[in-house]
């Protein structure tokens, strides 16, 4: 199975702060690669896919990059909505796998 | 309006068996291939089985193979998720989506004696 590790695991930024997480996969996926946000007591929300592809109706301050087995997921001015927890998937090969998560707080 | 809807969860003994139903609406089922995601209590995101738009090619995670069936129904543009020999560490929400694209709301699954 493939291995996606996220960093940091949580996260305190200030409002209007350029926040970035990093995933890395254990091998390379090429640009197979999904970014979530989840908040609680809701579904996860599709943000980012292909590495780099923005969903329709995601805020533009959201871009994903990156390629093989790095890539980060960007918030370039943080908003108070933007409070969740963001997971990367990798969707190369079966099983899925997700990575553990990052918890974004503001301070 | 673009919908997925998950019902069919509950409380269920260890060895027991469960089956979730998710009602798809507003897109092309059949175009879609579909999975299920879960989340445990306090935990992260599993995907746990997943079936393919035309083939119907199904693949499961490890640590339910053998144990769950999923299966699509294109006519009531339903996907299911038959669960048997269900244990402590399935309890979780359990969520259908299509090609993670569309998400459901999530189902409670609870094992528990």
């Known amino acids: ?107 | 309006e673009v919908q997925l809807l998950e019902s069919g969860g509950g409380l269920v003994q260890p060895g027991g068996s469960l089956r979730l139903s998710c009602a798809a609406s507003g897109f092309s089922f059949s175009s879609y291939a579909m999975s299920w995601v879960r989340q445990a209590p306090g935990k992260g995101l599993e995907w746990v089985s997943g079936i393919s738009d035309s083939r119907g090619t199904t693949d499961y995670a490890n640590s339910v193979r053998g144990r769950f069936i999923i299966s699509r129904d294109i006519s009531k543009n339903t996907l299911y998720l038959q669960m048997n020999s269900l244990r402590a560490e399935d309890t979780a929400v359990y969520y259908c989506s299509g090609t993670f694209h569309i998400w459901g709301q999530g189902i409670m699954v609870s094992v528990s004696s």
Request: charged share 15%.
């Open chain 1, 1 to 107: 199975d493939i291995q996606m590790t996220q960093s940091p695991s949580s996260l305190s930024a200030s409002v209007g702060d350029r926040v970035t997480i990093t995933c890395r996969a254990s091998q390379s996926i090429s640009s197979y690669l999904n970014w979530y946000q989840e908040k609680p007591g809701k579904a996860p929300k599709l943000l980012i896919y292909a590495a780099s592809s923005s969903v329709g109706g995601v805020p533009s301050r959201f871009s994903g990059g990156g390629s093989g087995t790095v890539f980060t997921l960007t918030i370039s001015t943080l908003q108070p909505e933007d409070v969740a927890t963001y997971y990367c998937q990798q969707s190369y090969s079966i099983p899925y796998t997700f990575g553990q998560g990052t918890k974004l707080e503001i301070k």
